[in-house]
């Protein structure tokens, strides 16, 4: 798990720049799948087939990652930026970012900003230690996207680095393709693009696709840090089963069976109910007539900044969850 | 849609008795599954078809006339309500919990609620009584987070029969009031729910040529979902939203509510189809039925929402029911406005003749 986690974390693909990040998923899962498509999103598609009698079946993550856009090069050589995805001021300033062309940079902001609750992004800067624009423009053009550097590190049988959200969900669902020994569904695994930007990839996938079943594996957010807002999900206590998000309310059925198969193999799981945030589930479930949709999500401390945190049990309960989902009749 | 059961011509059904009835089957948003049911028996009795969809929108359907270009229409009354969710158990047994739809949290201390755990647990949202609190604090508004369902119950056991997740709903049954209003929780939407049950009897009243479909929609008041696939998966020639409206209280703008006594509310504005909304009025107007009008300057709250963009564009108008006191346990309607309403949407359809198609081209 931890090499797969390293090789998906540390490579670059902000949504709507995720050749890369699709390359390597797809290097590393095609010799164990039917089939692969890229459809013009850039979704990548494997589909693995069942043996005929079960339900189609649609298990997205989502692969791109948020990032920094740049908007404008100043005479100096300053990069000014604006946020693809949920960037914040405060897990951005005087980190690290790193460009597709291995350029890399730090972040800060306006030297005259004395409170800090007055940095906006708009008055935040990459520098990528050019001298000037002519030197700046040679590395990085306007609309190149940078992401936060952050190499993967173990820590207690936690694995803390950028990019987490989603690769996490991406590591789980390769875990699961490679896993799957006696698929009984039709498993159409899909790596989505621009889920950061409003699930935006699921939701043309879902539509070419048009599966019974939709599942989306994600991370989530944890309450059990100091002050945290109530949360009645833990890092280390199981791959946790949605109830609802922002933008789903999950089948209660789907739900349900999620349980089941968890107690059927007996692991550990935790019930999610997200005040806030979305997930691709949010998009597949409202494709064409509906399709009841639920999810699986990964425990995640410190969500959209560049040391996201999460449990190596959990990721692998959670395959073993997905795997065992996937090898027995869907009822629904 | 898969139509599966044939109906019968049943008992009819009071429109009061019928939302007495349903406001107190829990149906928080994403939960419907109890609801859609009564709807469904209801529904049996009054059309030619009747099915239920894998999110629990209801659809009713009733098909007349002769004519061979008749118009597919679409009502829809939302059948989801607002209400709470399991989010934590405490030490104690206390139960931490977050909202589905918009719920007012000023209006939560001291409610009564019901628990849908492993079986139906009667609770209290309970307050700090005024001799305890400290100086100062009966002076700011307790925040969400801070207040606790309790069930009487011991932490064990409340561990034993609730689970995070398990929907909450507040306890209200429909009282009747003075002058044929009624309140109680969830009329938005239920009541027009009885809306369509009004226009199903009058149709039975007259001719229409037209293929209508009933759909009791889920999943509203957490952004528009079930009106979201139904309309897809109906792909209706026109849409029909009814919903709730603001009734006029002292101490809201004017511009922004509705009198009480004058009718239901035909909405304008472009979210609705301009052509099909002055069809509407003219009906209105030559049956001398009373109408109030509503202007809706974007995108409304409503199912028209979704519906006038689902597949390549559905012409949609919206009716609505005033009502006072939105989204609190003590929604306030006059009945009379649903079976008016029931009146002028039903009287629309059977206005549709050959040629209908121009009432939609611009």
Request: glycine share 10%; proline share 4%.
């Amino acid at each position: 798990m931890k090499d797969l986690l390293k090789k998906l974390t540390e490579t670059y693909g902000p949504s709507g720049n995720e050749e890369e990040i699709r390359r390597v998923i797809e290097e590393e899962m095609h010799e164990y799948v039917d089939e692969i498509d890229i459809d013009v999103m850039g979704n990548l598609i494997a589909y693995k087939k069942g043996n005929g009698q079960g339900k189609k079946v649609m298990l997205s993550a989502h692969m791109d990652q948020i990032g920094l856009i740049v908007t404008h090069i100043d005479d100096n050589g300053f990069l000014r930026f604006s946020n693809v995805g949920g960037i914040s001021v405060l897990n951005t300033i005087n980190g690290r970012v790193i460009f597709k062309n291995g350029i890399m940079g730090t972040v800060s902001y306006e030297e005259e900003i004395e409170n800090i609750k007055d940095i906006k992004l708009n008055r935040m800067y990459i520098d990528i230690g050019a001298s000037d624009r002519e030197e700046a423009t040679e590395k990085v053009s306007i609309g190149d996207v940078a992401v936060y550097y952050s190499p993967l590190a173990e820590s207690n049988g936690r694995y803390i680095g950028g990019a987490m959200d989603n690769r996490a969900g991406c590591a789980l669902l390769i875990k699961t393709i490679k896993e799957l020994k006696d698929c009984k569904n039709d498993a159409y695994f899909v790596f989505t693009v621009q889920e950061e930007v409003g699930l935006r990839g699921a939701k043309t996938s879902a539509y070419a696709i048009n599966p019974d079943v939709g599942i989306a594996v994600d991370v989530t957010s944890t309450g059990d840090t100091p002050k945290a807002r109530t949360m009645a999900v833990k890092l280390g206590a199981g791959p946790a089963i949605k109830v609802k998000d922002g933008s789903v309310i999950c089948h209660p059925k789907v739900k349900d069976l999620m349980i089941d198969r968890a107690e059927d193999i007996d692991i550990p799981y935790q019930i999610e109910v997200l005040e806030w945030g979305g997930t691709d589930a949010g998009a597949i479930h409202l494709t064409r007539e509906g399709i009841p949709s639920g999810a699986v999500s990964i425990p995640c401390r410190y969500v959209h900044s560049a040391n996201e945190m999460v449990d190596e049990k959990d990721l692998e309960n959670g395959v073993k969850l997905l795997v065992k989902i996937l090898e027995n009749e869907i009822e629904l | 849609m898969n139509f599966k059961y044939g109906c019968e011509e049943g008992d009819s059904v009071e429109s009061k008795d019928f939302l007495a009835r349903l406001i107190d089957i829990p149906g928080v948003s994403g939960y419907e599954k109890e609801v859609s049911k009564e709807v469904s028996e209801v529904f049996k009795g009054y059309c030619d078809d009747v099915c239920i969809d894998d999110f629990y929108n209801v659809y009713g359907r009733k098909t007349r006339g002769t004519i061979e270009d008749k118009p597919k229409i679409m009502l829809a009354a939302h059948i989801d309500e607002i209400g709470l969710m399991v989010k934590d158990i405490d030490d104690k047994g206390f139960i931490k919990f977050t909202t589905i739809g918009g719920v007012d949290q000023r209006i939560l201390l001291s409610q009564e609620v019901i628990v849908y755990g492993r079986e139906p647990l009667f609770g209290v949202i309970g307050a700090k009584p005024p001799h305890l609190q400290e100086r100062g604090e009966r002076g700011t508004a307790v925040k969400i987070e801070d207040m606790t369902i309790d069930l009487g119950l011991p932490p064990q056991k409340v561990k034993e029969l609730v689970r995070v997740g398990d929907i909450i709903t507040f306890k209200s049954p429909l009282v009747s009031m003075q002058n044929n209003f009624v309140n109680g929780k969830s009329l938005d939407d239920r009541a027009s729910v009885a809306v369509m049950l009004e226009t199903m009897k009058e149709l039975d009243k007259l001719n229409f040529n037209a293929d209508v479909f009933f759909v009791a929609t889920v999943q509203e008041e957490v952004g528009v979902r079930g009106a979201t696939i139904s309309t897809y998966g109906v792909n209706p020639d026109i849409g029909v939203a009814i919903d709730v409206t603001h009734g006029d209280t002292p101490d809201s703008p004017k511009e922004e509510t509705n009198e009480m006594n004058k009718g239901p509310v035909i909405c304008i504005g472009p979210n609705l189809h301009p052509k099909l909304s002055q069809q509407l009025i003219d009906v209105a107007e030559d049956y001398s039925l009373q109408y109030q009008l509503e202007v809706a300057p974007g995108p409304t709250g409503t199912d028209a929402r979704a519906m006038q963009i689902i597949r390549d564009g559905i012409p949609t108008l919206l009716m609505e029911i005033p009502l006072r006191y939105m989204h609190t346990t003590v929604e306030t309607l006059n009945m009379d406005n649903i079976e008016k309403a029931g009146r002028i949407i039903a009287f629309f359809i059977a206005s549709m003749e050959e040629g209908w198609r121009e009432w939609l081209s611009y």
